[in-house]
């Protein structure tokens, strides 16, 4: 089968099936006005007793509240509930741009507040380090999804945070016309598949690659709309447009719960 990459191509064929397609004057005006953020998804890995206590305070008094000052944010955290990588703790930083990200440690380096709060974890010796190790993914928001969305009622919620491996360049971008210009993202929202943001890998071992972030009362319900998802006709009309069902080699999964001081 052919594989479609080209968007227009997506767009015909969605409209041909009758799948919604969000591209019309609304999507538009966004895309114009609201270039999209940029993504570090840093996943602290510990090991379980004063380390991960020791991250939590630094995160909440010093990290997250001079992250905002510079003007970055809401700054999602999560341990991880289920799936690889526990004990962790990832952390979403939103930037509005490159340029913003890489100007974050200089203006972290001259707030006297964050200097004071940090200097416990920052002083961390070898012998008592303050991380295994510190993985660090960047991100690009899809244009039609260029900004987080912060799902209402936190408490309590649990996350899904998937990433989608494709076999080569020309494979991944028809993954990302399929969300962008197919209308997988309508669909999502139809079924409960709330999204909190969608993003193409810029950084990462296995690329190409997208990233996204979903959210759910709790595992029944995660469980329910992933059910209506597969179930939806416009999902089965878009999944047998030629080519489409080949676009992703693999996924990584984890189930993410908010730590306290989250503000995702």
């Known amino acids: 089968m052919t594989l479609m990459t080209n968007r227009r191509a997506i767009l015909a064929g969605a409209a041909t099936a009758g799948v919604v397609v969000a591209s019309g004057e609304a999507g538009a005006q966004m895309r114009a006005t609201t270039a999209p953020e940029i ?8 090991t379980d007793g004063p380390m991960r206590r020791r991250l939590d305070d630094y995160l909440e008094r010093a990290f997250i509240p001079a992250a905002r000052r510079a003007g970055t944010g809401p700054v999602g955290a999560f341990g991880v509930a289920i799936g690889p990588g526990s004990p962790s703790v990832q952390l979403l930083i939103p930037h509005r741009s490159v340029a913003d990200m890489v100007a974050l440690p ?7 507040a964050y200097r004071q709060a940090a200097a416990a974890f920052t002083a961390a010796t070898p012998s008592d380090p ?6 660090v993914k960047l991100m690009r928001a899809f244009g039609q999804f260029p900004r987080v969305e912060v799902p209402a009622g936190k408490e309590g919620r649990i996350f899904e945070l998937r990433t989608y ?3 080569s360049e020309q494979a991944g971008t028809a993954k990302i016309g399929m969300f962008e210009g197919g209308g997988e993202i309508e669909i999502f929202r ?5 999204p909190v943001f969608f993003a193409q890998d810029l950084t990462g071992t296995r690329l190409p690659s997208l990233t996204y972030l979903l959210t759910f009362a709790d595992l029944a319900a995660r ?4 059910k209506a998802f597969g179930a939806d006709p416009a ?3 878009l999944i047998a447009m030629p080519g489409l069902a080949e676009t992703v080699s693999g ?9 306290r001081y989250s503000q995702i």
């Open 39 to 46: 993504y570090e998804l840093r996943t602290y890995h510990l």
């Open 106 to 112: 200089d203006k972290l380096a001259a707030d006297t």
């Open 130 to 135: 303050p991380y295994v190790a510190l993985d």
């Open 165 to 167: 491996h494709s076999h």
């Open 190 to 194: 139809r079924t409960g598949l709330i």
């Open 223 to 226: 469980d329910r709309a992933w």
């Open 235 to 237: 999902w089965q009309r």
């Open 251 to 259: 996924i990584d999964n984890q189930i993410l719960s908010p730590t």
